[in-house]
Every structure is written in C-alpha cells, then in structure tokens.
C-alpha cells in the first residue's frame, strides 16, 4: 500500500547542534506539507507547515524545505533545545483516497545536554 | 481555551463491555478523525467524517462506531471491547477535507481493555 516514510527512525543530537528529518511521499499532486510534534504523553501539535508554491518556510529555529521533483520535504531544527526532544511526524495526502492524508511512522528525536 | 475535548482522559475496561469516548471541538471545524497510536505503529484512522451527516471507514475501523449528528460532536463507540484495542486514542479536526490545512488534536484518551 501507498505510504509515508521518515528518515531517520531515531535521532540523537547534543545540544547546540542541528537536526534534519527526512519526508518522502508517493502523491505528486500534493501540496500541503505539515510537520506535527508528540511530547512524551502528550498529543501531536502542528509546528510547521509549507504549501506547494514555496520551496522553504522558517519559524524561528525550525525551518522546512520542499523538493516537489523528488517528492520529499524535510524539518530542519536548529540550536536544539532539551525541550526539542520529541517524536516527530511529516503528513501527505494519500494518493488513493481523496479525503485523507497519511501520517510517517515518526522520528524520535533526543536532544543530550 | 478553543479547541477539542476528550473524555475520559483513560479508562478500564472488561473485555466485552461496550464503551463511547467522547469528543468535541469548539472550532467549527467540519471535518473529524478518529485515530489510534499503538507503540511501533504510528497514528492509524479509524473512522473520519468530513462533515456533520457524514461519517467514513479508515485504516482500522473494525470494531469501531461512529457517528455525527452535529458539527461539534464525534463520539467513538466500541461496541464490546478486545484486548487488541487497548491503545491511545487521539480525536482530531480541520476546518475542512481538503487536506489543505493542518489537523488540531485532542488531548487522548488511553484505554485498557483487560
């Protein structure tokens, strides 16, 4: 079936360093790409997003860049925090279905101080 | 604080015994999402409804019940519970289906059935 990968599964960064995650998606007609961040125990927040018409978006240290000819979009972090530590999730249209998007299995990011 | 409610916040439950978790938004969004997130699994749909009157099948809708009669409410029945949905349960909304637009989500509920 259609899916959604992330790369890498598992990142660990010290503090102060950068950290890139990696989308890749199937649907080329796509053009909502949203990254979502899950504290431990907590529920998935939107922190980022970019449409199809721009190439990257910064908000502060997180940024997000699209390649729409490789299908893929990555969440940059820069000056990682503790608090940054966190699974992360990109999300995709589903290319089969016209109503539903599909969700990365996640990146777990650990940040050591 | 606008947003999406969920009850109860975790729960126990016998195998057998049926069960709704509760959801609302304040948003006046018209599209809502049932998920679950098992260890390993990621967020998995279980039901949606892109607007009040409609409700479609997701992922994993087996055992699961929905139903939307308003545009605020989205309950969630399991109609005689199995171990295999012990899980986190998420609700989410966006203010349509166009995938256009990010997913608000409510805070979980986590359930075990035993």
């Known amino acids: 079936g259609e899916n959604v990968e992330q790369h890498p599964s598992t990142l660990s960064v010290q503090e102060g360093d950068s950290a890139v995650i990696k989308c890749t998606y199937s649907d080329s007609a796509s053009n909502y790409f949203p990254w979502y961040k899950q504290e431990l125990g907590k529920r998935p927040q939107l922190i980022i997003d970019?449409?199809?018409?721009?190439g990257e978006k910064k908000d502060q240290r997180i940024a997000v860049t699209l390649n729409k000819t490789a299908k893929h979009f990555s969440l940059h972090i820069t000056e990682t925090q503790p608090e940054d530590s966190a699974v992360y999730f990109c999300?995709?249209?589903?290319?089969?279905?016209?109503?539903?998007?599909?969700f990365g299995p996640g990146t777990s990011l650990s940040v050591i101080p | 604080t606008a947003g999406i409610t969920q009850a109860p916040t975790s729960q126990i439950l016998a195998a057998g015994r049926s069960m709704t978790l509760r959801c609302t938004q304040d948003?006046?969004?018209?599209?809502m999402y049932w998920y679950r997130q098992d260890l390993g699994l990621g967020l998995r749909l279980i039901h949606y409804?892109?607007?009040?009157?409609?409700?479609g099948k997701g992922e994993v809708p087996d055992g699961y019940s929905v139903s939307r009669a308003n545009t605020d409410d989205f309950p969630l029945t399991l109609a005689s519970a199995v171990p295999s949905q012990t899980s986190v349960y998420f609700c989410a909304s966006s203010p349509d289906s166009s995938r256009q637009y990010g997913y608000t989500f409510g805070s979980g509920t986590r359930l075990t059935v035993v």
């Open positions: 409804s892109n607007t009040a009157g409609t409700t």
């Open positions: 948003m006046r969004h018209n599209a």
């Open positions: 999300a995709a249209p589903s290319k089969t279905s016209y109503d539903k998007v599909i």
């Open positions: 970019i449409r199809s018409n721009v």
